[in-house]
């Protein structure tokens, strides 16, 4: 497993091209956890939604406008994914319900694989072998990951 480490200033805190997940945690100081190909896992302050919102800003753009035009255009109304930069290639989708504590955001373009684990968990293996357990099937998180993919190639064109 990679180093823990804690970030408790945003300014700090880089999301971007190397985030391969977010998740919430049941914490009182800490409200997530990163999963970040180069530094590792960090836990901050702020949880995951307003993380996302955070780095749609960075792009100059809104979570709720990125959401709203995904919705209308491609018609995923629940679950919607977020393609935030795709010129970066900067695109995630959350598991269940944003506002779902048990919500994790996955940037499928560092995912290697995914793995049953039962009817209701399935375990995310990521391209550096750090792995995540979310609590959806494995049915559910492929489709999930396949609109994600279809977002981002309707994107390109």
């Known amino acids: 497993m990679t180093e823990l480490k804690s970030s408790p200033d945003q300014n700090q805190i880089t999301l971007g091209p190397t985030t391969m997940a977010i998740a919430r945690m049941k914490d009182e100081y800490y409200g997530a956890r990163i999963m970040d190909e180069i530094e590792g896992e960090i836990l901050v302050k702020e949880i995951p939604l307003e993380l996302i919102q955070s780095l749609c800003k960075t792009y100059l753009c809104t979570y709720e406008g990125l959401r709203r035009a995904t919705a209308l255009v491609l018609g995923y109304e629940k679950k919607t994914p977020i393609l935030i ?4 290639g900067i695109y995630t989708c959350p598991t269940l319900s944003p506002y779902a504590e048990d919500c994790i955001w996955l940037f499928p373009r560092h995912i290697k694989k995914l793995e049953k684990i039962n009817s209701t968990e399935t375990k995310v293996i990521f391209k550096n072998n750090n792995y995540i357990t979310v609590p959806v099937s494995l049915h559910t ?3 999930q990951i396949q609109r994600t993919a279809y977002c981002a190639f309707y994107m390109k064109g």
């Open 85 to 88: 930069h795709s010129e970066e």
């Open 141 to 143: 998180l492929e489709k």
